[in-house]
């Protein structure tokens, strides 16, 4: 099993581009989200889904946006690059809600010039 | 509010000691989760020990144990016998249950050096 992966590992973007990070999970969990962590700060929420289909916003939604079209696929998308969405971005993975760990991805060090 | 504080923003610990590390919360949610989680230099985040708010007994797993105190909103890490490798960031999180979407609310983190 390779858990929790994420596409791509580096990104440099410039203001105003967009792109979008890819998570995907081998351990069939219904539960996927996406963080961002700030030098200094711990891991706070951007969004997350439930199940296949489903999305919700989290802590920090703005400037991005997300898709849960396969049950072991989750996407992050930023339309518009800005300098502040610099950060390291981690997706992670858990059955469905409970006492249980979240499973989470390498990161993705994305920097916004 | 939900809330995970960490007021250790470093320590230093010498090999094969034991450490603490404090983590408080705070919630008005009766039901909710605590656990912690490493984070190496290489970046990934590695879980470590999970307390539930209604288990009776401290959580262990190998050699950490999660001191954790009800009453008065703590759930400490204890890191026995510390080796060098144990020389990371350390996060407190919190999962609260009346929460639908079963996110970790994460602290700031405490960062570990293990000296020889």
């Known amino acids: 099993n390779a858990g929790v992966t994420q596409t791509p590992k580096f990104r440099v973007l410039k203001t105003g581009q967009s792109m979008t990070l890819l998570c995907a999970q081998d351990?069939?969990?219904?539960?996927m989200y996406w963080y961002r962590q700030d030098p200094g700060m711990g891991l706070r929420l951007i969004h997350y889904s439930v199940g296949e289909g489903t999305t919700a916003k989290g802590e920090v939604p703005d400037g991005y946006n997300v898709s849960r079209l396969k049950k072991q696929n989750f996407l992050l998308g930023l339309e518009s690059a800005a300098p502040s969405q610099t950060s390291v971005y981690f997706c992670a993975s858990s059955y469905s809600g409970g006492p249980y760990e979240q499973y989470f991805g390498p990161g993705t060090r994305l920097t916004v010039t | 509010a939900q809330k995970i504080t960490q007021t250790q923003p470093g320590m230093f610990v010498q090999e094969k000691e034991a450490v603490t590390l404090d983590c408080t919360y705070d919630?008005?949610?009766?039901?909710?989760?605590l656990f912690w989680y490493k984070q190496p230099s290489s970046g990934e985040m590695i879980f470590l020990i999970y307390?539930?708010?209604?288990?009776?007994q401290n959580a262990t797993e190998g050699r950490y144990s999660l001191n954790f105190q009800k009453a008065r909103k703590s759930a400490n890490l204890v890191i026995s016998a510390s080796q060098l490798g144990d020389s990371a960031m350390y996060f407190c999180a919190m999962s609260p249950r009346m929460d639908s979407s079963y996110k970790l609310i994460f602290g700031s983190g405490t960062r570990l050096l293990v000296r020889p």
């Open positions: 351990m069939n969990h219904e539960y």
């Open positions: 307390q539930g708010s209604y288990d009776q």
């Open positions: 919630t008005s949610d009766p039901s909710y989760g």
